[in-house]
């Protein structure tokens, strides 16, 4: 069992609310874009594969980024600590 530090904001919109849920995470990935037709972009990583895990402890109307995100956030982003505990 591991413990995954993550932090939490929260966001407002000065229009009609619209339920949003983001997590977001830092880091070395890779991307491709694949098809002719309909082209898609893919991003495969270890910060994806976090992001994807942080993403289901978000409530409403918030974001979660992870421990690498918010040292790069300069300190005038106002978040709290939120502990994640992984299987």
Do not use: N, W
């Not at 830092?26 to 495969?44: A, E, M």
């Not at 994806?48 to 790069?72: E, F, K, M, Q, W």
């Amino acid at each position: 069992s591991s413990s995954v530090k993550v932090y939490h904001f929260s966001f407002y919109v000065m229009f009609e609310a619209l339920p949003s849920q983001i997590s977001i995470e830092t880091g070395p990935v890779i991307g491709c874009v694949t098809g002719t037709t309909i082209p898609k972009l893919g991003i495969v990583g270890t910060p994806v594969d976090h992001a994807g895990v942080i993403i289901l402890h978000v409530t409403g109307d918030s974001i979660i980024v992870g421990p690498t995100t918010r040292s790069c956030l300069p300190a005038m982003y106002k978040v709290r600590e939120l502990f994640v505990s992984g299987d």
